[in-house]
C-alpha cells in the first residue's frame, strides 16, 4: 500500500462546475497536508495547507480533512480551463521537518 | 520576495560523470528539501537540510549527496551517474523550524544521462 494514494484521473469536468480531488494517506500520525498544482514542464505550485480536520476555504479551493478515515480531499468551484493541470497531495508524517511525501497526482483536465 | 532559484536549469551528463546542483532558498528560510521527479516514480524525497545538517534523508543510495552553508544555499551531489537518474530534481524551501512546514518549490533542474 502507498502511503499516499490519489486516482490518477484524468479526471475531466466542464467549465464552470466542481472538481473533487481525493488523496488518502496511511500514516496515522501524518500531521500536515498540503495541495500542490503542477503545470505540464513546471514545478509544483501550493494552492493550500491544512492541518485541523474540516474545512479550509480559500477563494474558489476548499481543502476538506478527515483524520478518522485518513482522508484528504481539494474541492474546486466554478471550475477553469487554467485550472487543467495534475494536482498533487503531499504529507507530512509526524511533522518530520521538511519531508514530504506525495501522491502520484491527479490530472484535471476541465473543458470549456 | 524572491523564490526559491536553482541553477542550472538544464543539464546533459554522460553514464558515471558527476553532477552539482545548486539551490538559493527564499529569504530567511532555513530549510532546503530536495526532491528527485520521474514520469514512473513521482515526487520523491531525496533529503532535506537545517542551519547546515542534514535533519531528513530519503532512500536513496549514497551516490546521492547534499549540503548546505551557512547562507541556507544548499547544494547536491551526484555520483557515478546512472541512465535512471535523469529526473526533474526539485529544490523546495521553508522557513518554520519545527514540523509543518510549508514548502515552496523552484524551477527545478531537468538532468539528462546518456
Known amino acids: 500500500q502507498k502511503e499516499v494514494e490519489q486516482n490518477s484521473g484524468p479526471l475531466s469536468v466542464p467549465e464552470g462546475a466542481i472538481a473533487s480531488l481525493n488523496c488518502t494517506y496511511s500514516d496515522r500520525g501524518s500531521q500536515s497536508f498540503f495541495w500542490y498544482r503542477q503545470y505540464s514542464g513546471k514545478s509544483p505550485e501550493l494552492i493550500m495547507f491544512?492541518?485541523?480536520?474540516g474545512d479550509k476555504e480559500d477563494g474558489r479551493f476548499t481543502a476538506q480533512l478527515n483524520k478518522a478515515s485518513q482522508y484528504v480531499s481539494l474541492l474546486i468551484r466554478d471550475s477553469q480551463p487554467s485550472d487543467s493541470a495534475t494536482y498533487l497531495c503531499a504529507v507530512n508524517k509526524n511533522n518530520q521537518g521538511g519531508k514530504l511525501i506525495f501522491g502520484q497526482g491527479t490530472e484535471l483536465s476541465v473543458k470549456p | 520576495k524572491a523564490g526559491v532559484t536553482q541553477t542550472p536549469r538544464y543539464l546533459i551528463k554522460t553514464r558515471g560523470q558527476q553532477v552539482t546542483l545548486s539551490c538559493s532558498p527564499i529569504?530567511?528560510?532555513?530549510?532546503v528539501s530536495w526532491y528527485q521527479q520521474t514520469p514512473g516514480q513521482g515526487l520523491q524525497f531525496l533529503f532535506e537540510?537545517?542551519?547546515?545538517?542534514?535533519?531528513n534523508k530519503g532512500n536513496f543510495p549514497g551516490r546521492f549527496s547534499g549540503r548546505q552553508f551557512s547562507n541556507s544555499r544548499s547544494e547536491m551531489n551526484v555520483s557515478t551517474l546512472e541512465l535512471g537518474d535523469s529526473a526533474l530534481y526539485l529544490c523546495?524551501?521553508?522557513?518554520?523550524?519545527?514540523?509543518?512546514?510549508?514548502?515552496?518549490f523552484g524551477p527545478g533542474t531537468r538532468l539528462l544521462v546518456l
Open positions: 529569504s530567511g528560510h532555513r530549510s
Open positions: 537540510y537545517f542551519s547546515e545538517t542534514q535533519r
Open positions: 523546495a524551501s521553508s522557513s518554520l523550524a519545527g514540523g509543518g512546514e510549508t514548502q515552496y
Open positions: 491544512i492541518y485541523s480536520n
